[in-house]
């Protein structure tokens, strides 16, 4: 599975792959958003723009989806590393930095030591859940006979 790893939390975070990296933050517990944005999020529809997280090194091109029109739109005055977590979708590992517009005491530190550490691949599908045994099994014809 892919791996997100939040730099600002410190935590390393598995996922399927195409699923939306807002989602993935906030069922984990990863605070995506200051007062205001926790205030008047729009729900993960890319209106609002405050989900939005940096992806430092570039490595966003092959680990998350491409930018969407809305994020285009949205955060054209903003970095080329910002995207709008909503509108992403995580295809491989990758590293991510929450509230880029707040400072970080030893944010290039912190970086660097979260790029010291190896990110697994991860692979590029869902995986397959296993054949449940016995489903396929015809009924047995015993239990008529026991009539």
């Not at 605070?31 to 723009?49: A, D, F, H, V, W």
């Not at 966003?60 to 995207?83: G, N």
């Not at 909503?86 to 590992?93: F, H, I, K, P, T």
Request: net charge negative; with cysteine; aromatic share 4%.
């Amino acid at each position: 599975m892919p791996v997100i790893r939040f730099v600002r939390e410190g935590r390393d975070v598995e996922c399927f792959p195409g699923e939306n990296l807002r989602e993935v933050a906030l069922r984990e517990g990863i605070q995506l958003y200051g007062l205001k944005g926790t205030l008047g999020n729009c729900g993960g529809c890319g209106q609002c723009i405050t989900c939005f997280v940096a992806v430092p090194e570039g490595g966003a091109s092959q680990a998350l989806s491409e930018r969407t029109v809305v994020e285009d739109q949205k955060l054209r005055r903003r970095p080329q590393t910002w995207r709008l977590a909503c509108q992403a979708l995580v295809q491989e590992s990758v590293l991510v930095l929450t509230r880029p517009q707040v400072g970080l005491p030893d944010q290039e530190a912190l970086l660097a030591a979260a790029r010291a550490q190896a990110l697994p691949p991860g692979p590029t599908a869902w995986p397959v859940p296993p054949e449940q045994e016995g489903a396929l099994e015809e009924p047995s014809a015993t239990s008529d006979e026991a009539s």
